[in-house]
């Protein structure tokens, strides 16, 4: 009768004890209304039968309406065979047997539901994801426990049984402030605190509690660590992120600011990131199709590096250093755009200032050039003039006017090596008629 349990729930070794007391149980209750019936004092005895039936349909639900209406059809034989079927008799024996088949299918139907529930709620306990634990209450023995919380701690389930419940804390504080709630409330919702597990370490946990009937509550506790080890890094990261010298920021995929750093507020004027989240990068750009070439790179490449053209908080502009990713999940998807800054304003008016210098130094190496040519003009007409008229004077214009020559020659002769620093200039400083002009 065994193979009729087909609940795995309940204690099998006690099945082969009751199969023993129902066999036992239904002889003595014949035996008895044997006795009744020759004795024709039969009252009371038939309800003798009612016990074995009950305790039938309650361990073998399903053979708890054939073992009744077995019981049934033996009494009815009984009084047949034992009254010499009188009819009164038959008739109150045939009442009693529809009892006892009543009683023995209300039971069983009753056994068959309740080992549901118990098949239902051992697999909820058993199965779930969450670590379960039935816990007394006044002496805080763990009576139950399921595999998932024994896992979870690095015990057996035999093994966390055999230690309180108050054990498992690693706060003592957290304890008792857990146990407050409890005795306050009735239940406990998502209480974060950590407990010891066998091997030492001290995992984080989240745990609800409520009260149940007979000095006990239930506990489930789920593991968190994760969690928490994971929202730890993140408030590294924000904290690194908010408080690095170099200006961020991170957008969505549309472009739209959804962070800023401290550096990037100071950097642009702003003094909340209100004032910055929210906007679309394409406001704050002074060339507006400059943000096209931008989505297109990050399209084609998932980056972008150059230089672009930004406004302060007050209209000024000033020029950007960009350095912006593509930031995908595990799955390789785009979810957002970090971005960089620096601000290079100050770099750029160097260098235009610098171009500018390199360029009037190169207009002044051609005037010089031109200068001599406009100074030997004029001298050649003053020899030509003196060589009219001889004389000691003459002599001496000539010879004044060889020497402002000779000047002029090496004045030549230093333009000549200024082609080479021209050149220096236009190879390395980029600054020439083209710069000029575009400048």
Request: charged share 20%; glycine share 6%.
């Amino acid at each position: 009768m065994t193979k009729e349990l087909p609940f795995g729930e309940r204690d099998e070794s006690l099945v082969g004890i009751w199969l023993f007391i129902i066999v036992n149980i239904t002889i003595l209750a014949l035996l008895i209304n044997i006795l009744s019936l020759f004795s024709s004092n039969n009252p009371v005895a038939p309800h003798l039968l009612y016990i074995p039936i009950v305790i039938t349909a309650y361990w073998y639900p399903h053979r708890g309406l054939q073992y009744a209406a077995a019981i049934a059809a033996i009494y009815f034989i009984l009084v047949f065979v034992i009254t010499k079927a009188a009819v009164s008799d038959l008739a109150a024996a045939f009442i009693t047997c529809i009892v006892l088949i009543g009683i023995g299918a209300i039971v069983s139907s009753l056994a068959i539901h309740m080992r549901k529930n118990e098949v239902k709620y051992h697999g909820i306990f058993n199965n779930s994801e969450a670590g379960i634990s039935l816990i007394g209450l006044s002496d805080l023995t763990i009576m139950e426990v399921n595999r998932r919380l024994a896992d979870m701690l690095g015990y057996t389930a035999a093994e966390l049984t055999a230690i309180p419940f108050s054990r498992i804390w690693a706060d003592e504080d957290e304890r008792s402030r857990f146990f407050r709630l409890l005795q306050a409330n009735g239940n406990v919702e998502n209480f974060e605190t950590r407990v010891v597990a066998k091997s030492g370490k001290k995992p984080w946990v989240l745990m609800s509690a409520g009260v149940l009937p007979e000095d006990q509550f239930v506990c489930t506790v789920v593991d968190i660590t994760a969690r928490k080890e994971a929202e730890e890094a993140i408030i590294i990261k924000d904290h690194a992120i908010s408080s690095s010298i170099n200006a961020i920021a991170i957008l969505d995929l549309d472009f739209t600011i959804t962070y800023v750093n401290r550096s990037l507020l100071k950097m642009m004027g702003y003094s909340d990131e209100k004032e910055l989240n929210g906007r679309n990068l394409r406001e704050i750009i002074v060339v507006k199709t400059g943000i096209d070439d931008i989505r297109e790179a990050f399209r084609k490449n998932g980056s972008w590096f150059g230089e672009i053209l930004f406004t302060k908080s007050d209209g000024t502009p000033f020029y950007i250093l960009l350095w912006g990713n593509l930031v995908r999940d595990e799955n390789g998807n785009p979810i957002c755009i970090m971005i960089s800054f620096i601000d290079i304003t100050e770099q750029k008016q160097m260098e235009a200032t610098k171009r500018r210098v390199l360029q009037q130094i190169e207009q002044n190496i051609e005037q010089f050039a031109i200068l001599g040519d406009h100074i030997r003009n004029p001298l050649a007409v003053i020899v030509g003039l003196s060589s009219l008229v001889p004389g000691d004077i003459t002599d001496k214009i000539i010879q004044q006017a060889k020497e402002i020559d000779r000047i002029v020659t090496q004045l030549d002769m230093g333009w000549i090596e200024s082609e080479k620093v021209r050149d220096f200039i236009r190879r390395y400083y980029k600054v020439g008629t083209s710069e000029a002009g575009e400048e």
